[in-house]
């Protein structure tokens, strides 16, 4: 079992930037799970952001966040994080992290683990 735990959410203006922050923990750890971030805005379906996979060799973006989020992990904190710069209102909504040994499983929004989830709103 994984508990996914995220942290660093908040309130920014339009051009802003956040770093939100998961830290996992369990019995194994999340060292060797591909670990990444999707999002859900109210009265919208959950959106895939990034994945970063278990050794950080290989990420991957919505076309949405290219170019302004960045992945990132940290394997001796069992963290990973995601750093959104250029942020637009249209990013607002509760961010979740979560894992799976499968990057794909997450990609497809059918990680085996999430979190709870940190609220991210940009206002205009």
């Known amino acids: 079992q994984v508990q996914l735990e995220e942290s660093g959410g908040g309130l920014v203006q339009t051009g802003g930037s956040l770093r939100l922050s998961c830290e996992g923990s369990?019995?194994?750890?999340?060292?060797?799970?591909?670990m990444g971030w999707f999002r859900q805005a109210p009265g919208k379906e959950r959106e895939f952001v990034a994945v970063?996979?278990?050794?950080?060799?290989?990420?991957y973006y919505a076309d949405l966040v290219k170019g302004r989020f960045t992945i990132s992990r940290d394997n001796a904190k069992n963290a990973v994080y995601l750093e959104m710069s250029s942020l637009k209102p249209e990013d607002t909504g509760v961010y979740h992290c979560?894992?799976?040994?499968?990057?794909?499983?997450?990609?497809?929004?059918?990680?085996?683990?999430w979190g709870q989830g940190t609220q991210v709103t940009v206002s205009s």
């Open positions: 979560a894992a799976d040994h499968s990057l794909h499983q997450v990609v497809i929004l059918e990680a085996d683990y």
């Open positions: 369990g019995r194994t750890g999340t060292n060797y799970y591909a």
């Open positions: 970063i996979s278990w050794n950080s060799d290989k990420t």
